[in-house]
T-cell receptor, first 115, second 110 residues
């Protein structure tokens, strides 16, 4: 499958600061990128779906002004957690999707800890 | 009721055992069915996928879908300690939105 990278792999920040997470599809042009959040021992919850050059579509309950998503190219999407709070601490995972249903390749995840 | 139900476990088996992992779902619109494996602090990796009822085999893994009962299973034969991970079922509607189960933590003891 395709290789998807995320940077950073982990980050610790102070409450009130903003954190940017990058998701890169290294060998695959992703029509769509997905952002998920996973709390400990829980499943992945889709936060938003983004298509290159378009505004992201957010899932119900996800604040679009808090979780800013930019999908600048077919190989790069960024998630910015603005004014982070301790309850935002989680494992954030992106995936790059192609045109087929089985073409969804996940990144290794970014562990965010907000103090 | 959740769209996808999966027992979180944990499930502990001895090496060599046959493992059965299951999910049920309520949304008839699901068209595609996947199983992912996720190691601790890593992203999920796709194990198997299918879109029709019946069995699909790949090495030691067999995926089974019963659309009439809204039930899917993953069987692992000759389980190995390296199979210890969390297994997530996932289902996709025609719009390619993926809904994941809670994941079952599997421990295979040597």
């Amino acid at each position: 499958g395709a290789v998807v990278s995320q940077h950073p792999s982990w980050v610790i920040c102070k409450s009130g600061t903003s954190v940017k997470i990058e998701c890169r599809s290294l060998d695959f042009q992703a029509t769509t990128m997905f952002w998920y959040r996973q709390f400990p021992k829980q499943s992945l919850m889709l936060m938003a779906t983004s298509n290159e050059g378009s505004k992201a579509t957010y899932e119900q309950g996800v604040e679009k002004d808090k979780f800013l998503i930019n999908h600048a190219s077919l190989t790069l999407s960024t998630l910015t957690v603005t004014s982070a709070h301790p309850e935002d601490s989680s494992f954030y995972i992106c995936s790059a999707g192609g045109t087929a249903y089985n073409e969804q390749f996940f990144g290794p995840g970014t562990r965010l800890t907000v103090l | 009721q959740k769209e996808v139900e999966q027992d979180p476990g944990p499930l502990s088996v001895p090496e060599g055992a046959i493992v059965s992992l299951n999910c049920t779902y309520s949304n008839s619109a699901f068209q595609y069915f996947m199983w992912y494996r996720q190691y601790s602090r890593k992203g999920p990796e796709l194990l198997m996928y299918t879109y029709s009822s019946g069995n699909k085999e790949d090495g030691r893994f067999t995926a089974q879908v019963d659309k009439s009962s809204k039930y899917i299973s993953l069987f692992i034969r000759d389980s190995q300690p390296s199979d210890s991970a969390t297994y997530l079922c996932a289902m996709i509607t025609g719009g390619f939105k993926t809904i994941f189960g809670a994941g079952t933590r599997l421990f295979v003891k040597a």
